[in-house]
Structures are given as C-alpha cells and as structure tokens.
C-alpha cells in the first residue's frame, strides 16, 4: 500500500518542530535568567556603588554650615595711591558684657534663611533585601526667624515640595508625585506655637539646646510637633539644628513603598538652618 507523501511531509516538520522546541525554550529561559541577573546586578550596584546618601545632619554640619558663610572680606582701592584695604563687615554684637554674660541686643530683631540652610527628608528603605537610606534636601527655604534677647518668639520656614532632591531623579519624581502630590501641595510648612528660651546667646564653637514645640503642615495636613533643637552663632549669624519625626500616616501620606523598594511607615525631617539678619 502507498504511503501518502503529505503525511510523511507532516510527520517529518512535526518531528522537526518537537526537536526545535526545547532549544527554543532554552533561549527564552536564559533570555529571563539575563534579565533577571542584570536587574539584580542595577539594584546592588546602585545600592552599593551609585548611592550617595548623605550621613543625617548633625552638630558637626551646623557648625560647617556657620563657617562655611563667615562674611567674605571686602577689598577697597584707594584712587590716589592705587593701595587695597580690606575690610569686613562687623557681625551683630557678640562681646563680653561687664558681668561676664554675652550681650544679647545685637541679635533682637527678624533674619532670614541663607542658602547655607538645608532641610529635607530621611527615610529608611529596603531595596531587593538590601538597607538603604533615601535623602532628600533643599537650600532654597523661605522663612523668618525673630529674636528678643535669647528667646525666639517667630519661627516660619516654607519649602517648595519641587525644590527637595535625591540623588535619584526617579525617586524625586515619585516623591513629588503620588507621594506628596506637589501640584496640589506645593510646600512643607513649619512654624512655632511657642517661644524658645534657650537660655543663652552661644558664642564660638559652643552651642545650646533646647525644645521646641510648634505645627508642622505636610501634604496639606498641619499636626503638633515637639522636638530638640541645638543653636550656634558665629560671625553675626545664627544657626538652628533638629529633626522631626514623622508617622506617614498622620499626614495623610501612604506608605511610600513601591514594586521591589519598600519602606518604613515613618521618618525624619531633619533641618540646618543658616540665619542672617533681614
């Protein structure tokens, strides 16, 4: 009896096919286990190679931050003799009163954030199993700060939600976005209910602590805050240190965690503010 030639034809690409098909699943499967390797290889090399975090804010950066805007020196030509003197713009009075104790009167009055400031955000993260830390901070504050004697009456600080920055642009469009939705909430907000006394006007290196007790406004949301702050003064400024502890929750904002970057359900604010008179 004839064999059919079409059939032996079918038979021969079935069989044909039936070899091809785990060469072809072996592609696909090494194909994954690429991707797989190179998105695990992205996560550590950022985790331990790209980020750049920086260290939480401390008294050591308040006092690099007061140094860092001693007023520059000026230099002044004479135009008969063609001689350059330098000069320097004198500070508000710090000097020694007769009794020992730092005069305070030339600090009463309001001052203004300088770009020395930073303030921002600390947030803890867990990213494919790897600690990581996210970081985000601005300079440009607007604000006010009054002084009488050694107490701060007025504390205001505003900050353009736009203006905070990671060292990852994802991270800051995802913060900026559906996380603090700064087209609706364009600022973060804080502002004291309560004077500080510290007690003292520092000078030098010294500095002093004391509590301070205000409202902190957040994606819309203004809760009380009470919390430690250290001050410093050098060269005519006035320098504030502190953090503020944030449940996300409190303020409206959901855990911040997405696809393989988890998060804590908290974190900091945390703040230098560098201070010149207004």
Do not use: H, K
């Not at 800051?172 to 909430?185: C, K, S, V």
């Not at 957040?218 to 919390?227: E, H």
């Amino acid at each position: 009896m004839a064999t059919c030639q079409c059939c032996v034809v079918n038979d021969s690409d079935d069989a044909a096919a039936e070899r091809s098909r785990p060469r072809y699943l072996r592609w696909i499967l090494l194909g994954v286990g690429g991707l797989v390797v190179l998105a695990v290889g992205g996560i550590l090399l950022y985790v331990f190679v790209l980020n750049d975090s920086p260290d939480a804010l401390d008294a050591d950066d308040l006092g690099a931050a007061l140094t860092a805007t001693v007023p520059a020196v000026d230099a002044t030509t004479n135009s008969a003799t063609g001689d350059t003197t330098n000069t320097t713009t004198a500070p508000p009075a710090t000097t020694t009163a007769p009794d020992d104790t730092v005069a305070t009167d030339g600090f009463d009055g309001d001052w203004i954030p300088t770009e020395a400031s930073e303030f921002g955000y600390r947030v803890d993260e867990v990213i494919a199993g790897a600690n990581v830390t996210a970081v985000g901070r601005s300079n440009e504050i607007d604000g006010l700060l009054t002084i009488e004697g050694t107490t701060a009456t007025v504390v205001d600080i505003e900050v353009l939600i736009e203006n905070i920055t990671s060292d990852d642009s994802r991270r800051d469009a995802q913060f900026r976005g559906r996380i603090m939705n700064a087209d609706e909430f364009p600022t973060a907000e804080f502002g004291l209910t309560e004077p500080i006394d510290f007690g003292e006007i520092p000078t030098g290196d010294e500095q002093v602590t004391a509590t301070a007790v205000g409202e902190l406004t957040l994606r819309g949301v203004t809760n009380p805050v009470t919390f430690e702050v250290t001050a410093q003064t050098t060269a005519g400024q006035i320098g504030v240190l502190g953090a503020i502890p944030v449940v996300f929750e409190d303020y409206g904002i959901d855990n911040p965690s997405f696809g393989a970057i988890r998060t804590e359900d908290d974190g900091l604010v945390e703040f230098v503010l560098v201070f010149a008179p207004a």
